[in-house]
């Protein structure tokens, strides 16, 4: 049979329908799902859900705008933040400000159980937080990731890996960045316990204002698993990477990323 849409692997149009209510392209022989992200959605429910869902609203709020079953509403939001994942810069080159932050919410606002089994986290390193890693090109772009530690050894290959060499770096003067000149990278210094921002215009307030951001938008969930934590850390990347698009804009962008899968 031949159908409106095109295999995802060889762009063929002719198909045989095979088990499961897939289709087999007759070109390369491959299965495809009709529907989006293997999802029982129509494009246009699709389209809703992300509509509300760049708008902010809550899983229940979509359910019931949409009338899509909660089951499915939530197997949507995960693909999209999964593909909110991947969608990030490769490199970044230029000034290019990095920095380390904790997640992890407060101690007053924790459970009593969660009180009863840990030792009162202190702030700043050393905490037993989660931390996180973060590198900001000041031209706009972000990229984070949770990581373990906040050594030289933990932060300096996510560096090399992710910055192109000859492009300036600007950091605190945590000794985790020490030697980090020799890679190949002028390496500029903000001692924040006397400024922060340098005479000579050295600063990192652009991460800084993107982990404030952050912080706020995790801190409205009201709690987020631990399990989950690095898929809305890649919304917000992603949300923060897209700001100067309109809604209508970033709808079109997230639903073009589903339709890949």
């Known amino acids: 049979m031949k159908t409106q849409f095109?295999?995802?692997?060889?762009?063929?149009?002719?198909?045989?329908?095979?088990?499961?209510?897939?289709?087999?392209?007759?070109?390369?022989?491959?299965?495809?799902?009709?529907?989006?992200?293997?999802?029982?959605?129509?494009?246009?429910?699709?389209?809703?859900?992300?509509?509300?869902?760049?708008?902010?609203?809550?899983?229940?709020?979509?359910?019931?705008?949409?009338?899509?079953?909660?089951?499915?509403?939530?197997?949507?939001?995960?693909?999209?933040?999964?593909?909110?994942?991947?969608?990030?810069?490769?490199?970044?080159?230029?000034?290019?400000?990095?920095?380390?932050?904790?997640?992890?919410?407060?101690?007053?606002?924790?459970?009593?159980?969660?009180?009863?089994?840990?030792?009162?986290?202190?702030r700043g390193r050393g905490t037993l937080k989660q931390p996180v890693f973060g590198i900001l090109c000041r031209s706009g772009k972000v990229w984070a990731e949770l990581i373990e530690g906040v050594e030289s050894e933990d932060l300096q290959p996510l560096i090399v890996k992710k910055v192109e060499k000859g492009s300036t770096i600007y950091s605190d003067t945590w000794r985790g960045y020490t030697g980090i000149a020799a890679k190949g990278y002028v390496h500029r210094l903000v001692e924040h316990r006397k400024e922060y921002v340098s005479r000579q215009g050295n600063h990192i307030n652009g991460l800084e204002g993107f982990w404030g951001y952050l912080k706020r938008k995790l801190a409205a969930k009201g709690g987020i698993r631990k399990s989950r934590l690095h898929l809305y850390l890649a919304e917000y990347v992603w949300r923060y990477n897209h700001r100067e698009l309109n809604v209508n804009e970033q709808v079109k962008h997230l639903l073009n990323l589903v339709a890949k899968i």
């Open 6 to 122: 095109a295999c995802n692997f060889c762009g063929g149009k002719r198909f045989w329908k095979v088990r499961r209510n897939h289709l087999k392209c007759q070109r390369c022989r491959r299965e495809i799902s009709p529907h989006l992200a293997g999802l029982r959605l129509s494009k246009s429910r699709w389209q809703k859900i992300i509509q509300w869902f760049v708008l902010e609203q809550s899983s229940n709020k979509i359910q019931e705008q949409t009338t899509v079953s909660k089951h499915l509403v939530l197997k949507a939001l995960l693909i999209l933040r999964q593909q909110m994942l991947l969608d990030i810069p490769s490199i970044f080159a230029g000034k290019i400000e990095v920095d380390e932050t904790y997640l992890g919410g407060r101690w007053k606002n924790k459970r009593l159980a969660v009180k009863a089994k840990s030792p009162r986290s202190k």
